[in-house]
């Protein structure tokens, strides 16, 4: 005669003690997990905005020039030496996820955050402001020290946006 042998109900499936480790596991893990996620979203669209801005600032910067020249699209005519923009103004501009001159921000928009110019969707907006700097020596002529502040993504409230910021005297 065959002795056979017969699985014990427990031996069928998972203790109730592996299914409670199992799920505190995956209560550690999955966090861990979305948050690494996260990151590495926000670091992509770090890098993607560093390199966008080597596009980006050369054209702020030419519509800078075109201004002393009284030739901008975009913003009033300032002298050699004026400080930009006057007391409680904005100059702003929009630029789409490829870096393309989307038009001007108002500062209604700036504030709030602003998702299309122009029927052209809006990744950056980049704020312009030019102050005199005091030079150390009094034959020297007088330097603006322009300031560029490329901001993202430009849909969210301004106090929620990434920002790099560009320097360069001119004079």
């Not at 699209?73 to 050699?80: I, R, S």
């Not at 106090?159 to 360069?168: G, V």
């Amino acid at each position: 005669m065959m002795n056979v042998k017969r699985k014990q109900a427990s031996d069928s499936g998972a203790t109730l003690m592996e299914a409670v480790i199992s799920i505190g596991v995956l209560a550690v893990a999955l966090p861990l997990v979305y948050g690494a996620m996260g990151e590495a979203g926000r670091s992509g669209m770090n890098a993607e905005a560093e390199t966008r801005s080597a596009w980006i600032v050369p054209v702020c910067f030419q519509e800078v020039k075109a201004s002393r020249e009284g030739r901008s699209a975009y913003f009033p005519e300032t002298a050699d030496g004026e400080e930009f923009p006057a007391a409680g103004g904005l100059w702003a501009l929009a630029f789409t996820a490829e870096g393309k001159l989307a038009g001007k921000v108002t500062s209604a928009e700036y504030d709030a955050g602003v998702t299309t110019v122009d029927g052209e969707g809006v990744r950056y907006v980049v704020t312009m402001s030019a102050e005199e700097e005091a030079s150390e020596d009094a034959d020297d002529e007088p330097m603006l020290r322009l300031e560029f502040v490329m901001e993202y993504p430009a849909g969210v409230p301004a106090k929620k946006r990434r920002s790099l910021e560009f320097q360069t005297r001119i004079p």
